[in-house]
């Protein structure tokens, strides 16, 4: 893109940014396949165990204990990725009705909300853990500690944070391009690597 130097630095930085973006995402690309994995272990655990609860009638102890924490670490590793891929729930029968300019404004506000929120709940979780660590709280059958699993959930909501936050970037980036009249090309390169993540994302299932 030919242009100013000011108009060439903008979309070099761009560049760097989508860049660290990319390497993050496969860090949340990563944590999702982990979830997916732990899911697999409580089907093939709760199987079992129900098995051998009304089949041999000697039920695996424990199991809801294990069920309940690897809950935890299934949903907290799944945050980031179904932020950046923007599957969580979002109502804009409102905001759908505005321009280009003023849904951007919109954005990046609920972005820098939520993010405040986020950050929140995972300083808090991270309290939590190091309280449930000196307290020495653990399950009360298998006797597993608890504090890591707050830790764990802590953690997957500080990547849930950096995820949220790069939604803020890229917002102030769209309210900048929505009100010098570069939108339009914003969107043709957003569309392109939007594309070429489709594209990795089917080689990688492949």
Same mark, same amino acid.
């Given at each position: 893109i030919n242009g #100013?130097?000011?108009k060439q630095e903008r979309w070099d930085m761009r560049d760097r %940014?989508?860049? @660290?973006? #990319?390497?993050f995402e496969k860090i949340a690309y990563g944590l999702n396949y982990v979830s997916c994995i732990v899911i697999f272990c409580m089907m093939i655990l709760m199987s079992t165990d129900v098995v051998m609860r009304y089949v041999f009638k000697n039920p695996i102890g424990g199991v809801y204990e294990l069920v309940e924490n690897m809950m935890l670490v299934a949903a907290s590793s799944t945050y980031a990725w179904t932020q950046i891929k923007h599957r969580h729930v979002r109502v804009d029968v409102i905001i759908s009705k505005f321009g280009p300019r003023v849904r951007s404004i919109f954005d990046l506000?609920?972005?820098?909300?939520? @993010?405040?929120?986020? !950050?929140? *709940? !995972?300083?808090?979780?991270y309290l939590a853990a190091m309280t449930n660590r000196s307290i020495g709280e653990h399950t009360s059958l298998l006797m597993i500690p608890i504090w890591p699993f707050y830790l764990i959930l802590a *953690?997957?909501?500080?990547?849930? %944070?950096? !995820? *949220? %936050?790069v939604d803020v970037i890229k917002s102030i980036f769209?309210?900048?391009?929505?009100? #010098?009249g570069k939108l339009d090309d914003v969107q043709k390169v957003d569309k392109a690597a939007a594309a070429m993540a489709a594209a990795e994302e089917e080689l990688h299932e492949d």
């Open positions: #100013s130097p000011v %940014l989508n860049k @660290a973006i #990319s390497g506000i609920a972005y820098v909300v939520f @993010a405040v929120c986020i !950050a929140f *709940i !995972a300083y808090y979780q *953690i997957g909501m500080t990547v849930f %944070l950096i !995820a *949220i %936050l769209g309210v900048i391009d929505a009100f #010098s």
